[in-house]
């Protein structure tokens, strides 16, 4: 029998949803589609986005504080450890249910809570960048820079958002943990919101104010799990050259070569499209026969037998 295919997928945020009930139904469709890959033969390794889920958990902390004096501030990084379990729940539980109701039987599901270190000299963290959280007035926004020391940026005259670093993951702590899972065959939920953001101090590991970008994080979760795909999954079904205009082109195959051209021409929105196609030639560039494919959640099927999506090779 020929090796299965080991799948890393990064799950964006319309596999998710924005609300508590929108995840839950949301979840079940985005099990679906992990599942189809299983039963396709390949060996899937899950991670996942978190914006809403850990914009929402911040909000809930920040609340707490107005409600009881006695409750300090919660760091970013317990935020996004919340958020991983979270959404780890109900990914996990719809993964079982799924697997289940298609009478398979022996592949256990499992959320490994993942702490990714950072370089706490990234030059990221002396530029703040990433917007989280809800919009507020320019009045609360100075008592949150007083309270709790946070960077608040006006954006673009929708009202004050905190901002913090967005660092480039370094190394993922849990992997021994996570490489056993997978290699007995259990389907592993892990790497989260990018992971939960740490500095090393000697032996501690020191929470760092920041959100890693999942993107780049599933794309070192594939390279340590020496997989033979990484496949980012977000809301359009192929990459596109000049994306939103009238002479739009989208994009099969693309060579590391031309995804670096591309990105010098401009084509590939920061924050959004950018980190996608970074990650895809990063992750495609680090190994001969390693592939990265973009696509939609609803036809990671259909690019997987090589039918659709944007592919990444050397
Ligand atoms: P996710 O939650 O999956 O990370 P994002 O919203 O961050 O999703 O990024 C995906 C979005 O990037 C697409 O929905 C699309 O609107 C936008 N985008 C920007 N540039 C491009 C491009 N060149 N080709 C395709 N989509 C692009
Ligand atoms: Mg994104």
Redesign the pocket.
Known sequence: MSKKRRIVI??????LGNTLPEQMTAVKITAKAIVDLIEEGCEVVVAH?N?PQVGMVNNAMIALTHEDEQQPNTPLSVCVAMSQAYIGYDLQNALREELLNRGITDIPVATMITQVRVDENDPAFLSPSKPIGKFVTAEQAKMMEENFHYVMKEDSGRGWRRVVASPKPVEIIEIGTIRTMVSSGDLVIACGGGGIPVTRQGNHLKGASAVID??FASCLLAKELDADYLI?????E???????KPE?Q??DEVSVKEAEQ?IQEG???P???????EAAMDFAASKPGRTAL?TLLEKSRDAVQGKTG?TFHL
């Not at 980012?232 to 359009?236: F, G, H, W």
């Not at 192929?238 to 939103?244: I, R």
Request: charged share 15%; net charge positive; hydrophobic share 50%.
């Open positions: 990064a799950l964006g945020g319309n596999a986005g914006g999942k993107d980012i999954l977000t809301a359009v192929k990459v596109a050259l000049n994306f939103g739009e989208w994009l591309y084509h590939f929105a924050g959004s499209m950018l980190p996608k196609v973009i944007t």
